[in-house]
């Protein structure tokens, strides 16, 4: 869990406790400590909303459509694999072992958590949607949010640049260059 305040407060160190649930704080510094976290913020975050700015109701709204439309594709129709163990080739080398690839729906529905109903509402709902409209929706969402924020984060982005100095107030470094030129050599040499 990252350190910030965003995420732990007294309310849900409250809640945990109630579960007998425990955090830990990463260390400052140490971003190896999120990989998996960050490799979600990259896989999804910037995957799908992409790398603008979004500071207006209008695209919290868009993004919270987006982040709906992408929740379904990814629970219901996306497979992804599991890291399972370590195997050993025949030349010593280790290799990462993984399970068969299932959408995350059916890893639930395998854990034998939920119940027949719940098991029987989550396949109605995957057969409600249509993957392929999923797809055209998330792109038409995005195209949404693009036309909202791309112009602005770039005029933001331009803002914050550094301005190249002025040619007229800077004064050349080191040694004349005309002086370089010419050795320093004694008479006669």
């Known amino acids: 869990m990252d350190?910030?305040?965003?995420?732990i407060n007294h309310e849900v160190v409250e809640w945990a406790g109630q579960r007998d649930l425990f955090f830990?704080?990463?260390?400052?510094?140490?971003?190896?400590?999120?990989?998996?976290v960050e490799s979600k913020n990259n896989?999804?975050?910037r995957r799908y909303g992409m790398y603008w700015r979004y500071d207006t109701a209008q695209e919290r709204e868009v993004l919270n459509r987006l982040w709906v439309l992408?929740?379904?594709?990814?629970?219901?129709?996306t497979p992804t694999k599991k890291p399972i163990g370590w195997s050993t080739d025949a030349r010593g080398r280790r290799k990462r072992l993984y399970d068969t690839p299932a959408t995350p729906m059916e890893r639930l529905i395998a854990s034998g958590t939920l119940s027949p109903a719940q098991q029987a509402e989550l396949a109605a709902k995957r057969d409600s949607l249509d993957v392929m409209e999923l797809a055209r929706q998330i792109d038409l969402t995005q195209r949404q949010l693009i036309k909202l924020a791309a112009a602005k984060t770039r005029r933001l982005e331009e803002q914050a640049k550094p301005k190249p100095p002025d040619p007229k107030g800077v004064k050349p470094c080191g040694p004349d260059p005309a002086a370089r030129s010419q050795p320093d050599r004694p008479e006669g040499q």
């Open 3 to 7: 350190n910030g305040s965003e995420f």
């Open 24 to 36: 830990t704080r990463s260390r400052p510094y140490k971003k190896n400590d999120q990989a998996t």
């Open 43 to 45: 896989h999804l975050v």
């Open 70 to 77: 992408v929740d379904n594709r990814l629970n219901y129709f």
